[in-house]
């Protein structure tokens, strides 16, 4: 029988993956660890090798198709092996072994919704009064699973719509492996909830949700001059996560100006020693340590929301993502441990990320595990933005292209090198005060990189 090739687990949280390109067609001959398909994980690009040698029979995926993990995506028999039964696609899914069971796509983080059908409580509308218990369960209804502590197996993002629609989630009949809720699990219940006779209370009604996406429709006699390209590959990945961006913080912006004259001035003045060393030297290493100084001082703006377990989060690790626009898109690849590499290690660090990000060759431990983010739109022109939150970061610093400017100093109109600094950040998580006093920090350090090069510890 031809041996099944699964989608791995290509790392932590990941759940699914998007068939990309398959590098070798059915028939062809492979060879063990020989790479076969290109595999789209969080803005990844990786090639899976042949876990197999022999034929590939038959490709049980589709370009395009996006695809849990332990799902079988190939067949590979032996030569001369004959008579292997070739399972439809659906039914190789079905068949696949329960090593691990895959995931929704909800489940991917705790703020994944998927195409509108997820109901979030809307601060417009006023949900239904309270005023009564919900209908009772059937008693031969089947029940949620509890681990071995009498805890209710459900996944987060299901606790989380639970609790946004008010219902206890040890009422919800899970379908999952164990009997562990699923999102469409509480989804169900809370569907025959708000069908229950007229007569039932209010409190049995789900809240109004907010209304469904506006649905595009092409002006007529216009049909002939319109081109449609699947949300696929990147660009799908990006879309989701700035839904995610959008539903689940409450952005907010606060911007200042830093007089940026001096840190010029230390950049052209070690820029020949840089390039001694191979080194092309931005204004980015600078900032990165500058942002890492003032995240110390302000430790809120370092931290994550935990929602399932309704916990702050405060990072004792400063991992900086940097903003990278590709040809595909745009990607975040993370700089780990700022607070212990040099201005020459993270120049260098930031030179090699962006060069692997716009070449597609990020691994996946490039994207994860950022702490705070920052964006350089400044270096094509931009004066101003309101940087979207990557998150679960808590914020998120927008770096600006520099200008010569008239500015008042000491009593006088000079001229000097001046950006503007935006700082979006998560209101849940960070008051407007602590937010603008983070940013004068980073300001007060780079108007005197001086003094930032004698408090970086």
Same mark, same amino acid.
């Given at each position: 029988?031809?041996?099944?090739?699964?989608?791995?687990?290509?790392?932590?949280?990941?759940? !699914? #993956?998007?068939? /990309?390109?398959?590098? %070798?067609? =059915? *028939? +062809?001959? @492979?060879?063990?660890?020989? &790479? $076969?398909?290109?595999?789209?994980?969080?803005?990844?690009?990786?090639?899976?090798?042949?876990?197999? !040698? #022999?034929?590939? /029979?038959?490709?049980? %995926?589709? =370009? *395009? +198709?996006? @695809?849990?993990?332990?799902? &079988? $995506?190939?067949?590979?028999?032996?030569?001369?092996?004959?008579?292997?039964?070739?399972?439809?696609?659906?039914?190789?899914?079905?068949?696949?072994?329960?090593?691990?069971?895959?995931?929704?796509?909800?489940?991917?983080?705790?703020?994944?919704?998927?195409?509108?059908?997820?109901?979030?409580?809307?601060?417009?509308?006023?949900?239904?009064?309270?005023?009564?218990?919900?209908?009772?369960?059937?008693?031969?209804?089947?029940?949620?699973?509890?681990?071995?502590?009498?805890?209710?197996?459900?996944?987060?993002?299901?606790?989380?719509?639970?609790?946004?629609?008010?219902?206890?989630?040890?009422?919800?009949?899970?379908?999952?492996?164990?009997?562990?809720?699923?999102?469409?699990?509480?989804?169900?219940?809370?569907?025959?909830?708000?069908?229950?006779?007229?007569?039932?209370?209010?409190?049995?009604?789900?809240?109004?949700?907010?209304?469904?996406?506006?649905?595009?429709?092409?002006?007529?006699?216009?049909?002939?001059?319109?081109?449609?390209?699947?949300?696929?590959?990147?660009?799908?990945?990006?879309?989701?996560?700035?839904?995610?961006?959008?539903?689940?913080?409450?952005?907010?912006?606060?911007?200042?100006?830093?007089?940026?004259?001096?840190?010029?001035?230390?950049?052209?003045?070690?820029?020949?020693?840089?390039?001694?060393?191979?080194?092309?030297?931005?204004?980015?290493?600078?900032?990165?340590?500058?942002?890492?100084?003032?995240?110390?001082?302000?430790?809120?703006?370092?931290?994550?929301?935990?929602?399932?377990?309704?916990?702050?989060?405060?990072?004792?690790?400063?991992?900086?993502?940097?903003?990278?626009?590709?040809?595909?898109?745009?990607?975040?690849?993370?700089?780990?441990?700022?607070?212990?590499?040099?201005?020459?290690?993270?120049?260098?660090?930031?030179?090699?990320?962006?060069?692997?990000?716009?070449?597609?060759?990020?691994?996946?431990?490039?994207?994860?595990?950022?702490?705070?983010?920052?964006?350089?739109?400044?270096?094509?022109?931009?004066?101003?933005?309101?940087?979207?939150?990557?998150?679960?970061?808590?914020?998120?610093?927008?770096?600006?292209?520099?200008?010569?400017?008239?500015?008042?100093?000491?009593?006088?109109?000079?001229?000097?090198?001046?950006?503007?600094?935006?700082?979006?950040?998560?209101?849940?998580?960070?008051?407007?005060?602590?937010?603008?006093?983070?940013?004068?920090?980073?300001?007060?350090?780079?108007?005197?990189?001086?003094?930032?090069?004698?408090?970086?510890?």
């Amino acid at each position: 029988m031809p041996k099944e090739v699964l989608l791995p687990e290509l790392a932590e949280s990941i759940v !699914e #993956g998007e068939i /990309v390109k398959w590098l %070798v067609e =059915e *028939g +062809d001959y @492979v060879k063990k660890d020989q &790479p $076969i398909v290109e595999v789209m994980t969080d803005k990844v690009t990786v090639e899976l090798p042949s876990p197999f !040698e #022999g034929i590939l /029979v038959k490709k049980l %995926v589709q =370009e *395009g +198709d996006v @695809v849990p993990i332990h799902t &079988p $995506i190939a067949l590979i028999a032996e030569p001369g092996e004959e008579g292997a039964e070739v399972p439809a696609p659906a039914a190789a899914a079905a068949a696949a072994p329960q090593k691990a069971a895959p995931l929704e796509d909800e489940d991917r983080v705790l703020f994944k919704p998927e195409e509108g059908k997820l109901e979030v409580k809307s601060p417009f509308k006023e949900a239904a009064p309270a005023g009564g218990a919900p209908p009772p369960a059937p008693a031969d209804a089947p029940r949620a699973g509890t681990n071995k502590y009498g805890r209710v197996l459900a996944v987060p993002a299901a606790r989380k719509l639970a609790r946004e629609l008010g219902i206890a989630i040890e009422e919800v009949p899970g379908s999952g492996p164990a009997g562990r809720v699923r999102v469409e699990d509480v989804r169900r219940w809370a569907e025959s909830r708000a069908a229950a006779p007229a007569g039932a209370p209010a409190a049995a009604r789900a809240p109004a949700g907010f209304p469904p996406p506006v649905a595009y429709k092409t002006p007529s006699g216009y049909e002939a001059l319109e081109e449609r390209k699947p949300l696929r590959g990147l660009r799908r990945v990006i879309a989701q996560q700035m839904v995610a961006s959008h539903l689940y913080t409450v952005r907010t912006l606060t911007v200042d100006e830093l007089d940026a004259t001096e840190l010029v001035h230390l950049r052209e003045t070690l820029k020949p020693e840089a390039e001694a060393a191979g080194v092309k030297l931005s204004y980015l290493p600078f900032i990165f340590k500058a942002v890492v100084q003032a995240l110390k001082k302000y430790p809120v703006l370092n931290t994550s929301l935990d929602e399932e377990k309704q916990e702050i989060v405060f990072k004792k690790y400063y991992n900086l993502g940097m903003a990278v626009a590709t040809e595909a898109g745009l990607v975040v690849p993370v700089i780990k441990d700022v607070d212990k590499k040099t201005v020459l290690e993270l120049a260098r660090e930031a030179r090699e990320l962006a060069e692997k990000a716009r070449a597609g060759k990020l691994a996946p431990e490039d994207v994860t595990g950022s702490t705070f983010s920052i964006t350089n739109i400044g270096s094509i022109g931009a004066l101003f933005s309101f940087p979207i939150i990557n998150v679960p970061d808590a914020a998120i610093l927008g770096v600006h292209t520099i200008q010569d400017r008239p500015v008042v100093k000491d009593g006088a109109i000079v001229v000097r090198k001046m950006m503007y600094l935006s700082l979006s950040f998560d209101h849940r998580l960070v008051d407007g005060a602590e937010a603008a006093m983070f940013l004068r920090e980073i300001i007060r350090l780079l108007e005197s990189p001086g003094r930032l090069m004698l408090e970086m510890r």
